[in-house]
Structures are given as C-alpha cells and as structure tokens.
C-alpha cells in the first residue's frame, strides 16, 4: 500500500466515523411541512398544520435506535377554505377544544434498503390511538438531513367527521398525510 | 299563407330550438343554485350542491360549443324586416352578448374554483385541469366577476324574454312562435 492510498483510506475512514457519528436530533420546524391530502366530492383537497413539533434522533449508522415525536396543534389547521377551517375545529370532526393536538409517536424504525425506512409508531388523535407505518426517505446533506415520507389513515378510525359528515359519499375516509422534516445535526451540548 | 311562403328561411331547425331551451333551463337552474348555495352553511348538502353546479356549468358550457357548431352549420332565420334597423341592431347586440356570457360565466367559475384551491372534477370522476393555481385574492376577484357577469346575464336574459314577450304579444310577429318547442308540429299541422 502506498503511503497517497493509505492516506485516502484514512481520510475515508475519518469522513465514515464523523457520518456515523452524526445524529440528527435538531428538528428546523421552519423547514418542515406537516401537509395532508383528503378528497371531497371526488376533488383532491390539501391541507396543512403550520404548528405541530418534532422531536428526533435518527442515526443513518443506527436506524433501529431512531425515534421520532411530533405533536400537530390541530388549530393550527388550513383545510382548505377558512369556512372548513373551523368546521373541522367543531365537536364533530376533532373536537379541538377537548383535544387540541395530534401526537405520533414512534415505536420502532427499520431501515428498507438504500435511503428508504420505515417508522412504525403510534397515532393519537380526539384521544384514539391507532397503528400506523409511515415509509420515508432520509438524505442527509452535511450537517442537515431531509425526512420524506407520507402515509394514509381512515378518518373514521378516529372519530374525525362524525354526524352529517360520517358517511364517505362527500368526504372520503381515506386522508394522506405527508411530511417533509429537516434537521440538523448538534453536537451534545458541553458542560 | 304568407308565412308558409317564407318558412324556409323562417323557422329554426329543431335541434336549434331544442339547444336553446336545453341552454335555457340550464341557465336558469344553475343561476339559481348558485345564487341560494353560497348563503348555506358547511355541510354535506353544500358540498355536493356546489359540486352539481359547476358539473352544470360545465354542461353549460359543453353545450354552449355544441350551440355555436349548429349555429355556424345552420344560418338562424333572419329578423322580420318589419323590424326597424336600430331594433334589429340591438338584437343582434344582446344575442352576442348572451354568447359571450354564456363562454365567460362558466369560464370565470372553473376559474374562481381553481384560485379558491378546488379543482372542477365533472361529475366527480373527470378532472379538468386548474389554470390558476391557489391564490385567495384571485379567488376573491374572480368571485365577484363571476357574481357581475350573472347579474348582467339576469339583465340580458330578462331582456331577451321580455323582448320576445313584446314581439308576441304587441308586435304580434312571430318572432317567439318560431323559437317556441311545438313550432314544427304546428307548422307541420298547418300544412296538412
């Protein structure tokens, strides 16, 4: 081995170790999207929560021990029109007085191969809480990472849309969320 | 028998005078679902009302193009020249004008849809593309263009009929008679 080669090795080496050392745990909620897509009269809606917060740790070295929080301020809410916005605030679709946030909480994250993963974590909203499996993608970019990923939950799993708006013909039971999270990658802090 | 003698260029084709009652009807319900929907408040029933609006002006506006091809394809009969030249003038005026409108008010309401961030999808099931994207000022510009353009539709539709009225009642011409649905079967009765 050549002494140049030994020194790209170790170079390589240095970059691998300072990579996995890095765990992103900063979450930068200005650029961060908490989006939703919902269907009414066959129409594609989107929607938006401009509040919510995340906390994470995501090591790309060490997927299974990552771990994501993230609390939605449900009247915070764009729904798509400013009359939706409050209906959907009501009794009959989250009850945001009685339970004002959305929470998912992760419960385990496997990596799918290349930059693909998978959380699987627990969803509460208007106090019921169900399952969910959330694919995304990670690109990490020097010191700060993007987080792509979008699921779809069943608003009658949780209450959401009760009464005259329970049934599906004008607003469908299906809803996607999709989230766009960055972050940034601090060290842990000195004492 | 003088009217038999100028029928040919007289009377409308069936097809024109069942477009222009289809047309009618359709104007008429849509402008007055349009008119009662935006006062109700959120539910269900508002959501599938303002969609079966703009499915009608969609139809409406499908069925203005199908008008304008018959209307190219088949010259309409001419104004009785009883009719004094300013007269006829006029009515040349507001039948191009209802054309316009009946082009610009569906247009202005896919559009307002569109800026509003609701995309038309006729009859649930075919989306038509957004020109606009969402933007709430446009949206609320294009409201009101769109509420204008009806109120001077009202006008021009009242207009239309009461002229018509006025053809048939005082002139005492023929002018309603030949757009009138039974006119061929009463032509056809008056001919054997």
Redesign the interface.
Known sequence: MKPIQFIGLLCLAVLAGSAQAAVFNAVQLDKSRLSFTFR???????GSFSRFAAQLSFDPAKPAAASAVIDADLSSVDA??P??N??VLGPQWFNAKVFPRARFVSSTVRALGGNRYEAVGKLTIKGRTQNVTAPFTYVGQGATARFDGAFSLKRADFAIGEG??A?F???ANEIQIVFHIQAASLPAPRK | MIMTARQPTQIYTRTAIALHWLMAVLILVTFSVGLYMHGLHLSPFKLKIYSWHKWAGVTAFLLLLVRLLWRVAHRPPELPESMPVWQRMGAQAVHGLLYLLMIAVPLTGWLMSSAKGFQTVYFGVLPIPDLLAKNTELGNALRAIHEWLNYLMLALVTGHAGMALKHHLIDRDDILVRMAPRRRAIAKKERT
């Open positions: 009414q009269m066959g129409v594609p809606v989107q798509g029109s009359e939706a409050d209906e005259e708006w049934a013909d004008t607003v």
